[in-house]
């Protein structure tokens, strides 16, 4: 199982950083659920000292998450929101950061309600305009943190301009990939500097574990977050480690299905007569749908549609029975939610206006059943509405 440099994507997904088990040769890394490891002499031991520092089935995930990006090194961490705090300690006292305005609502309050404590300053701008984010470089700014597409009106930032114009003001590019998956963007054949994911999304897939990973590509970024990574230790688990290598073999074959999925709902939602809109970057009608072309490998499986009141909104997403309504994303269950009251209920209600979550608004997670059945479900719950 040696990959050449030249291995396509769902080979990399399948088979990278994993080698059959040193000891027995077994196909599958094990879960090495290990707090330390026996050392042969005073001084000398096989590359493994205690588990936070060092883990095989962790080491594991962390090669093939970073191969899958195409990134040198990738460091896991027990949720996203773990992983963004390691981001974070790359900043001294005194940086700014701009950030996409309608950012994970998650990320929004360690900015604002942590890190701000910490003399760090955040200016949230809309980066699908890219003048704007220049507007809001200061000496100060070390970095520009980008989700494309947002959650859940689905706008695009430009990464291989957004990269260009962080490098020619010294700025690092970040990136929260979260939402497309790398089957379906990979920033850092854009220009990033920074990849993040929640694994707990597309990359596990199963709905069964809560993760995070940094990739990185410069060197003393990579120093810096190994360092962190055990200095802080928030590190991902064994056991979690393992869930998420076997979610990765699949995620060429998942994200396929769910990208399938969610087009088809986005094109029988728009053809709906009680749907006023429908935000879905591989719709045609969607503003930037050429960039998407251009930087997406398909257009995942996260769609949002307007009902146009709280109250059609609240019968649709009452009457559903295969949608799952829940927060989250990126399983293979179909998940159903409402913005404005669930995952954004803490974005103030201006914000929220601005951005366009509208209390009619409706976010559906594509999942991976057959379609025709999702459809009938939708049918029959906007006969509700
Ligand atoms: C879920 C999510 C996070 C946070 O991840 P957790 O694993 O829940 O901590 C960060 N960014 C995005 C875009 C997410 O969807």
């Known amino acids: 199982m040696k990959l050449t440099s030249r291995a396509r994507f769902s080979t990399v997904c399948l088979h990278a950083g994993q080698d059959p088990d040193p000891a027995t040769g077994a196909i599958v890394t094990p879960i090495y659920q290990t707090s330390t490891y026996v050392q042969q002499e005073l001084g000398r031991h096989k590359g493994y000292e205690y588990g936070r520092t060092q883990n095989p089935t962790r080491m594991a995930l962390e090669r093939n998450l970073a191969a899958i990006e195409g990134g040198p090194a990738g460091f896991a961490f027990a949720s996203g929101m773990a992983a963004i705090g390691a981001i974070a300690t790359m900043l001294r006292s005194g940086d700014h950061v701009v950030v996409s305005d309608n950012t994970y609502g998650g990320t929004f309050r360690l900015f604002d309600k942590v890190l701000t404590r910490y003399q760090l300053s955040f200016s949230y701008v809309d980066t699908s305009k890219l003048d704007e984010v220049e507007r809001a470089l200061t000496p100060a700014t070390r970095m520009l943190f980008v989700e494309t597409p947002t959650n859940p009106v689905m706008r695009l930032t430009d990464l291989r301009a957004a990269a260009d114009l962080a490098h020619h003001h010294n700025v690092r590019l970040v990136v929260d990939n979260t939402f497309a998956s790398p089957c379906i963007q990979r920033p850092i054949e854009l220009g ?26 410069r060197g003393d970024d990579i120093e810096w977050l190994r360092f962190v990574q055990n200095a802080e230790g928030a590190i ?19 994200m396929q299905q769910h ?47 307007e009902l146009g009141s709280l109250d059609a909104a ?4 009452n ?21 404005a ?4 209920a803490s974005v103030p209600a201006e914000t929220r206006a601005r951005i366009g979550i509208t209390d009619g608004l409706v976010r559906i997670s594509a999942g991976i059943e057959d379609v025709e059945d999702l459809k009938e479900d939708l049918s029959q719950a906007l006969d509700q509405v």
């Not at 609240?314 to 997403?317: A, D, K, V």
């Not at 009251?341 to 954004?344: E, K, L, S, Y």
């Open 192 to 217: 990033a500097d920074i990849v993040t994911h929640s694994t707990t999304k597309y990359l596990n897939g199963h709905s069964d574990s809560i993760g995070g990973i940094v990739i990185a590509v």
């Open 236 to 254: 991902l688990s064994a056991f979690d480690s393992w869930l998420v290598l076997r979610g990765t073999k699949t995620l060429p074959l998942r």
């Open 259 to 305: 990208s399938a999925n969610g087009l088809a709902l986005a094109e029988y939602l728009s053809a709906h007569p009680k749907v006023k809109h429908v935000y879905y970057p591989g719709l045609p009608t969607h503003p930037q749908h050429e960039l998407a072309k251009r930087q997406m490998h398909g257009f995942g499986g996260m769609l949002a549609f």
């Open 314 to 317: 609240r019968r649709l997403l």
């Open 319 to 339: 009457a559903v029975r295969l949608h799952a309504l829940a927060e989250s994303l990126g399983g293979v269950e179909t998940l159903i939610s409402h913005p």
């Open 341 to 344: 009251t669930m995952t954004h």
